[in-house]
């Protein structure tokens, strides 16, 4: 019996997204121009096999008939971030996104920067939920 298609990302294809994140329109070897960039050798088959999963998988869409064939993103950024996140929640901390948070805070030093940042969004936040309660 075959098995099932895995619909989530490995870490690889993630960083290829993170290309396709960047680049409106790019073909697999401007990725793998990228990844060789960014000091990590792969060949170039590798990348194209990874291109060729993500759109399998739905994370990519080809978007010419002829070659080079060019790809596109079609899950925003927002959209995967929001689901990865979501399921690291739920397998790793069980729901609960406070303990994440922990876990977060306790294994890292907070800047100054990053505390003012942080206290900003929790501020902003407070802010747009009393200003949806009094509409």
């Not at 870490?11 to 401007?30: C, G, N, Y």
Request: proline share 2%; glycine share 4%; net charge negative.
């Amino acid at each position: 019996m075959a098995r099932p298609k895995a619909t989530e990302l490995t870490a690889r294809e993630l960083a290829v997204m993170q290309i396709f994140w960047q680049e409106p329109s790019a073909t697999a070897e401007d990725a793998h121009r990228h990844i060789e960039q960014e000091g990590e050798q792969l060949a170039y088959v590798t990348v194209a096999n990874v291109v060729r999963s993500l759109v399998d998988k739905g994370f990519l869409k080809q978007t010419n008939e002829k070659r080079p064939f060019r790809y596109q993103a079609s899950r925003t950024f927002q959209q995967v971030s929001t689901r990865l996140v979501g399921d690291l929640v739920t397998k790793v901390f069980q729901g609960s996104r406070e303990a994440l948070l922990v876990h977060l805070l306790d294994r890292i030093q907070l800047s100054q920067e990053e505390r003012d940042y942080l206290q900003q969004v929790l501020m902003q936040q407070e802010n747009e939920e009393q200003e949806g309660s009094t509409c």
